[in-house]
T-cell receptor, first 116, second 115 residues
Framework: AQSVTQPDIHITVSEGASLELRCNYS??????LFWYVQSPGQGLQLLLK??????LVQGIKGFEAEFKRSQSSFNLRKPSVHWSDAAEYFCAVGAAGSSNTGKLIFGQGTTLQVKP | GAVVSQHPSRVICKSGTSVKIECRSL??????MFWYRQFPKQSLMLMATSNEGSKATYEQGVEKDKFLINHASLTLSTLTVTSAHPEDSSFYIC???????????FGSGTRLTVV
């Protein structure tokens, strides 16, 4: 079955510290992978996406993610966290090669808290 | 970049009434839009896929008669919650994709409260 797992429900880091949010997926086809961020009461903003090519993907706000096919992972990283990064983060997978009608499967989300 | 506008952002309605939520793609055409429901502190649950000019495709367990979806044009999809009850209170979000190599763009969501 297709699924996305974010093992960490809640993570707390100090401002300025590095961050890694984990994401593992199970998908029968070649996946398209996404990371989104959601502030309270808001919609989702795309941080970055992986379709093909270089497995290290750069996104907005200083985030990056690395696709590791052998580990079925797409972990999100940031070298230095800012207080404004506190939010909910979602990893999602969609089918590669499909039309733009393909639906996304979301992980459970990881809540990031940033300590001053 | 692609923008998806969703209205209203908040709505409070009485139990038994119907509420319509609009989702518009502002600068691109979307033959397909997606409707999600999100409970507090939880992930997004796909409710249905809205197809322009045809019937929506509902996910298992989603009541078609309660959540009416209409996709009348390439830029507009609507979700109508019919005969709303307090258990329908939730955060509803729509999304659309400009093209195959683009990410999915999400609306800002609608907080529905049924009293």
């Amino acid at each position: 079955a297709q699924s996305v797992t974010q093992p960490d429900i809640h993570i707390t880091v100090s401002e300025g510290a590095s961050l890694e949010l984990r994401c593992n997926y199970s998908y029968g086809a070649t996946p398209y992978l996404f990371w989104y961020v959601q502030s309270p009461g808001q919609g989702l903003q795309l941080l970055l996406k992986y379709f093909s090519g270089d497995t290290l993907v750069q996104g907005i706000k200083g985030f990056e993610a690395e696709f590791k096919r052998s580990q079925s992972s797409f972990n999100l990283r940031k070298p230095s966290v800012h207080w404004s990064d506190a939010a909910e983060y979602f990893c999602a997978v969609g089918a590669a090669g499909s039309s733009n009608t393909g639906k996304l499967i979301f992980g459970q989300g990881t809540t990031l808290q940033v300590k001053p | 970049g692609a923008v998806v506008s969703q209205h209203p952002s908040r709505v409070i309605c009485k139990s038994g009434t119907s509420v319509k939520i609009e989702c518009r793609s502002l600068d691109f055409q979307a033959t397909t839009m997606f409707w999600y429901r999100q409970f507090p502190k939880q992930s997004l649950m796909l409710m249905a896929t809205s197809n322009e000019g045809s019937k929506a495709t509902y996910e298992q367990g989603v009541e078609k008669d309660k959540f009416l979806i209409n996709h009348a044009s390439l830029t507009l999809s609507t979700l109508t919650v019919t005969s709303a009850h307090p258990e329908d209170s939730s955060f509803y979000i729509c999304s659309a994709r400009e093209g195959l190599l683009y990410g999915y763009t999400f609306g800002s969501g609608t907080r529905l409260t049924v009293v």
